[in-house]
């Protein structure tokens, strides 16, 4: 069974660093891109970046490249999105998402169950 | 960046009533449009795939077309249990964007 399991809730301070994780099994980790999305509060997705834990190849949303940060680590079939300096409008709902490729489809057909961020003073 | 244009925001309909949403892509995106269903405090799900594939034990009353550059989803005959918020997003090229959602409510 694939499943994709998010670390649990945080709640950090502005300008606090962050990493979350999210923790695949049921499947080669490595042959399969991992996008992030966000969810702010009442509000729709966002698509973020995606990583291919293979070979480590990033790319990122121009949104939030440079904001954030996304990481893999193979060995534990993880990956990351971390923040250096977190901002009040990051709080957010993150989920992780798995994306499976078929000849020239593609969709996110396995998802996290989501990690809340807050941040507040 | 290819922009993804989705209405209604919101929709109210009675249960039995055939439901559509649109999504438009601002270039030619092929078929590479996908369709999720998310519910209050859950994950978004796959619902419809190439535009008009329906995911492996997904409802039939769902499905999808493409004419040009406009997606329509339809739920043939809305069911309770569909209440939730729907999202096209588009896999043409980086970065995979989505619609900005219909909230679909029970009259």
């Known amino acids: 069974e694939v499943l994709l399991v998010q670390s649990g809730a945080e709640v950090r301070k502005p300008g606090e660093s962050l990493k979350i994780s999210c923790k695949a099994s049921g499947y080669s980790f490595t042959n399969y891109w991992i996008a992030w999305v966000r969810q702010m509060p009442g509000k729709g997705l966002e698509w973020m970046g995606i990583i291919y834990p293979g070979d480590s190849d990033t790319r990122y949303s121009p949104s939030f490249q440079g904001q954030v940060t996304i990481s893999a680590d193979k060995s534990i079939s993880s990956a990351y999105l971390q923040w250096n300096s977190l901002r009040a409008s990051d709080t957010a709902m993150y989920f992780c998402a798995r994306f499976e490729s078929a000849h020239s489809s593609g969709w996110f057909d396995y998802w996290g169950q989501g990690t809340l961020v807050t941040v507040s003073s | 960046d290819i922009q993804m244009t989705q209405s209604p925001s919101s929709l109210s309909a009675s249960v039995g009533d055939r439901v559509t949403i649109t999504c438009q892509a601002s270039?030619?995106?092929?078929?590479?449009l996908n369709w999720y269903q998310q519910k209050p405090g859950k994950a978004p799900k796959l619902l419809i795939y190439d535009a008009a594939r329906l995911q492996t034990g997904v409802p039939s009353r769902f499905s999808g077309s493409r004419s040009g550059t406009d997606f329509t989803f339809t739920i043939s005959s809305l069911q309770a249990e569909d209440i939730a918020t729907y999202y096209c997003q588009h896999y043409d090229s980086l970065p995979y964007s989505f619609g900005q959602g219909t909230k679909l409510e029970i009259k």
């Open positions: 270039q030619d995106i092929s078929n590479f």
